[in-house]
């Protein structure tokens, strides 16, 4: 369908709508407070008035003749028998009539000032393009102050606004009386002193008279929206209900016609004013009904009304909605869960949805008859189709076709075939917060039972997803470059490395850490059954090496069965992060198997474990094949490995529980010791602080040595302990595996559950708040004691008492705060800075610039390196390099 | 702020001289995006290839890298110059 451009615009200037403007635009005034007429036909001058453009699809507009597409509506317009303050504008009003006379109008300033002033105002508009706001505001303060007018010498009064649109005049008799007699001022008074206000004096007030005479914030005509900003809806009892905007139309038009008739009649002055102010609520609640001081009008129902404010604001509004925000076709939404089978490339998709989701395939000689098997399974078995396109455009929807056969033999190159998502589609996959390009990754689709979208569990740290609930969305390109820029580009294997750090973001982690270990641990072997069943089960096949231990029986080792899935040519050198960091390190001859080696594809020595596989290690094994080999043997890599280590972890069985944690007497008995030790120092630390004899520390006060000590005595106790507790638990303890290995936890959430939680902080500091002069009233007031400010001594395997249980509640609320305010201010930020470089483009000359083609940098990054490409932000890896040369040469 | 160019200027050389030497991952989308598309409308491919693959997507891959295609990728510079290089130029690289 071509778009027609009704207009095309290059400059836009913002301004009030005078009332010669509005009866200029208008096409009809509007006096009759009705819609239609029994026979359901729009009533002239009414609100339903032809002349304001049609939304009935048969009929053609009474102004400009178009039909419903074409017409986009034409304003009305209401005279209003008496001014109606503009309720936008009160705050503007009010600051006006406060710096302006009320005899003469002009601005309370000398001459002198007003010349002054209006040299500074024209000077910043002709620098920076836009209006002195703050001078502005000075001056209008400043204006309010004065007592006497310097241009008439008529004395001034205090000018009141009672929200939201009644204006009050507090006159005194004179200067000197302090007895005020409370005036109001009708909105036609305020117009009227407005209108006295010469185009100079308006620069001074913030207005530029051009485009806004200040007396246009009172109105005198009332323009009526185009019946397509407020359609009415037919219901099925065929009653017609019209749009709010029009409700509140009719009463308007009705209490202007009631006032205009009571004028002309000579009504009292009360009943008229009266009718005004009823007008006047009825304007103001038309433009917000959610001014505050005035109750909101509401429907019949009770609900109240959307009006013209209503429809901008808010996020249902539509800036945040409808301007910012867009919807589109061939994408859908569901809950996520983990799929360890797939590829990292691939993503589960629901049947239901495959079947929703189309892509339209042109039919050629090539393809006919495949589209035509589509055909005839239609749009209610799977790899079938819901829509034909022919070539004159005429849309077949296969749901009401009766004889398949039928349009299947009417198929003809040219057409257009709009078929189910199919294995190997090519789709995007996307989860917010989007704050990466990581975020939205192509895919492709693997159609699966069941009604949540799979993913492996490699690509949940780039889309930041668990699955405790979490929905992503799906989106299907449909012209085959679409498809092809996402399948070159965008393919999770291309995203493997991040750009952020030249390292794998997509990587091993959690359960595929642990399997790792326990696969490939010095003591672990496996029989040839053994061996077999796990090369098996990752989808690979491969001949199983020569066995590591030949008698009594064939063993294979971990080490052998890892090495075949490592691509040929590969070598590395790294510490594993079961590394203790001991002080000479023995390299080869490790004793806890920590220094890996990797020659020509074989692990010689270490452990597999975070450092080697997991995502977001820099140096890690999967880098290093990534960068030698490329993205096509890293995913295949990961995909073998993942599988390979979840039939090894289910093969060995591994669980968590409460023996974890569980340590023996003895080491309870020492633990308590040491934590009694630190609680006595504490005390007489406490005790020398009030005796006054504590040792100040340098450039502290008294409170805070006392603190500072209190801090280290406890946190010092809580690591001896928890040491204490990590030498009852050794490898073969599955927690420890877990947090040593780095596949979830640390041997400090093991101290916190074992051995001792210990120092509760809030706000970086012992806990101090609660009860006046102590935290709880369980404590003497002045208590400085450890327990009393939050230490707690308890592990949770032992349990905590209720008082320590409040003193983590603390914490953890604080940890719960903390994160809730910075991702709303990280994700302010990040959302401004993306903005100021969204459109940087680097050009084939290697320049970086912007959107008007001014350089940034001449060469990218001033070095002309791809981070993502980089080995860690670093062109070259020269360790690798050496590492490669040397080792290799020497073992041959 | 800067003017647009509307003046373009061939650069005529031969040997690659705009850009770098090999084809970028953008212009390799771009090609197989092309080409894709005229596949997908029913143009004869332009090597042997498995009865089961369909995809035009696959397909035009696969002609890029058997460096089957006569197409030209046009390189332009931001002060308007441009060098027309020969796609099989590119793929060499590759
Ligand atoms: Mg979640
Ligand atoms: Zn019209
Ligand atoms: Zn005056
Ligand atoms: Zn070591």
Redo the contacts with the bound molecule.
């Keep these: 369908m071509a778009f027609k451009l009704p207009k095309i615009i290059d400059a836009l200037q913002f301004g009030l709508l005078s009332p010669d403007e509005i009866r200029k635009m208008s096409?009809v005034r509007v006096i009759t407070a009705d819609t239609y007429d029994e026979d359901g036909t729009a009533i002239p001058s009414g609100l339903m008035d032809g002349?304001?453009?049609?939304i009935d699809p048969g009929q053609?507009?009474?102004?400009?003749?178009?039909r419903v597409g074409?017409?986009?509506?034409?304003f009305g317009h209401i005279e209003l028998a008496r001014p109606i303050v503009h309720v936008g504008f009160n705050k503007k009003i009010y600051k006006i009539l406060r710096a302006i006379c009320r005899e003469c109008s002009r601005i309370l300033l000398t001459e002198e000032e007003v010349y002054e002033n209006k040299q500074k105002i024209l000077k910043y508009e002709k620098r920076w393009e836009q209006a002195n706001t703050d001078l502005i505001n000075e001056i209008l303060k400043k204006a309010a102050k004065i007592v006497t007018c310097p241009h008439c010498q008529a004395l001034q009064s205090k000018i009141k606004l009672e929200k939201p649109t009644t204006f009050f005049e507090e006159i005194k008799a004179s200067k000197k009386s302090k007895v005020t007699e409370r005036k109001k001022l009708s909105p036609s008074d305020v117009r009227d002193r407005m209108e006295r206000i010469s185009d100079d004096d308006c620069l001074l007030l913030g207005i530029n008279a051009k485009h806004a005479r200040p007396e246009w914030m009172v109105l005198t005509v009332l323009p009526v929206p185009?019946v397509a900003m407020r359609p009415s809806i037919t219901l099925e009892s065929s009653i017609r209900s019209e749009d709010d905007l029009t409700h509140k139309l009719v009463d308007i038009i009705r209490i202007n016609q009631r006032l205009r008739e009571n004028i002309e009649a000579g009504a009292p002055q009360l009943i008229v004013e009266d009718l005004w102010e009823l007008l006047q609520y009825h304007v103001t609640t038309y433009f917000n009904n959610e001014v505050s001081g005035i109750p909101p009008a509401r429907h019949r129902s009770g609900r109240a009304l959307r009006t013209l404010t209503q429809r901008l604001k808010g996020k249902e509004g539509r800036f945040r909605s409808n301007l910012c925000g867009k919807r589109v076709d061939f994408s859908s939404r569901t809950v996520i869960s983990p799929d360890p089978n797939l590829s990292i490339n691939e993503v589960g998709v629901p049947l239901e949805i495959s079947m929703q989701l189309t892509i339209p395939e042109k039919v050629t000689e090539w393809n006919i008859e495949e589209l035509k098997e589509l055909i005839m399974r239609g749009p209610a078995s799977h790899p079938g189709a819901n829509y034909i396109i022919r070539q004159e455009g005429l849309r077949i929807d296969l749901r009401f076709v009766k004889e398949k056969r039928n349009v299947a033999d009417s198929l003809e190159p040219g057409f257009i075939v709009e078929r189910h998502l199919k294995n190997g589609d090519i789709v995007l996959f996307n989860r917010q917060p989007s704050l990466h390009r990581m975020s939205i990754m192509a895919h492709k689709v693997k159609v699966m039972p069941y009604r949540t979208f799979r993913l492996n569990l490699c690509v949940c740290p780039p889309y930041n997803a668990d699955f405790d609930g979490d929905e992503m969305n799906l989106h299907v390109p449909q012209s085959e470059e679409a498809q092809a820029e996402a399948r070159t580009l965008m393919l999770a294997q291309e995203q493997i490395s991040s750009p952020r750090y030249g390292g794998p973001l997509i990587g091993a982690n959690w359960d595929y850490i642990s399997a790792s270990y326990l696969l490939t641990k010095k003591e672990s072997f496996f029989s040839r059954k053994e061996a077999m069943q796990f090369i098996v089960s990752s989808g690979f096949n491969k001949d199983l090496p020569e066995p590591e231990i030949k008698e009594p029986e064939e063993l294979w080792s971990g080490k052998q069965i890892f090495s075949l899935f490592i691509p040929e040519d590969t070598h590395y050198t790294n510490t594993a992060k079961i590394c203790q960091k001991c002080t000479e390190c023995l390299e080869e001859k490790c004793e806890n198997d920590a220094y890996v080696t990797v020659r020509n594809g074989i692990l010689k020595t270490g452990v597999i474990d975070k450092k080697a596989i997991g995502s977001q290690q820099e140096g890690s094994l999967l880098g290093r094949i990534l960068i030698d080999q490329g993205n096509d043997v890293a995913r295949e890599f990961l995909d073998a490995i993942t599988k390979l280590f979840i039939r090894v972890l289910s093969y060995k069985g591994f669980t968590v529980g409460f023996w974890n944690v569980d340590i023996p007497k003895e080491a309870k008995t020492r633990i308590d010791e040491i934590l009694d030790d630190a609680e006595k120092e504490t005390r007489e630390t406490i005790d020398a602080y009030r005796q006054g004899i504590l040792e100040r520390l340098p450039g502290r006060t008294f409170d805070e040595t006392l603190e500072m000590k209190i801090m280290e005595i406890l946190s010092k106790s809580r690591t001896t302990a928890s040491d204490v507790a990590g030498e009852y638990l050794g490898m073969e303890n599955e927690a420890v595996i877990m947090a040593k290995t780095g596949a979830r936890g640390s041997m400090l959430n093991l101290g916190q559950m074992a051995a001792c939680l210990g120092q509760q902080s809030v706000r970086g500091a012992r806990i101090k708040r609660g009860f006046r002069d102590r935290t709880l009233p369980h404590f003497k007031p002045g208590a400085l004691d450890a327990p009393s400010r939050g230490f707690v001594r308890n592990s949770f395997r032992r349990g905590l008492t209720p008082i320590e249980f409040f003193m983590h509640a603390c914490g953890g609320r604080e940890g719960l705060v903390d994160t809730a305010v910075r991702t709303s201010t990280s994700g302010y930020m990040q959302r401004r800075l993306i903005h100021a470089l969204l459109d940087i483009k680097a050009e084939y000359d290697g320049t970086v610039r912007d959107a008007n083609g001014e350089i940034i940098q001449f060469i990218y990054g001033d070095d002309g390196i791809d981070p993502a490409k980089s080995e860690h932000g670093k062109s070259v890896n020269i360790d690798a390099v050496i590492d490669r040369v040397l080792k290799t040469t020497v073992e041959e | 702020m800067s003017k647009k160019i509307d003046v373009k200027v061939e650069i005529i050389a031969d040997t690659i001289v705009v850009g770098p030497p090999k084809l970028t991952r953008f212009e390799k989308a771009r090609i197989i995006g092309a080409r894709g598309l005229q596949i997908a409308l029913g143009a004869p491919i332009l090597i042997r290839i498995k009865k089961d693959i369909t995809d035009p997507i696959i397909i035009a891959e696969e002609e890029l890298m058997k460096n089957v295609l006569p197409l030209t990728v046009a390189r332009l510079l931001p002060d308007g110059k441009y060098q027309n290089i020969p796609l099989s130029w590119l793929i060499k690289g590759v």
């Design positions: 096409v002349r304001l453009g049609t053609r507009c009474k102004t400009c003749g178009n074409e017409c986009e509506g034409h185009p």
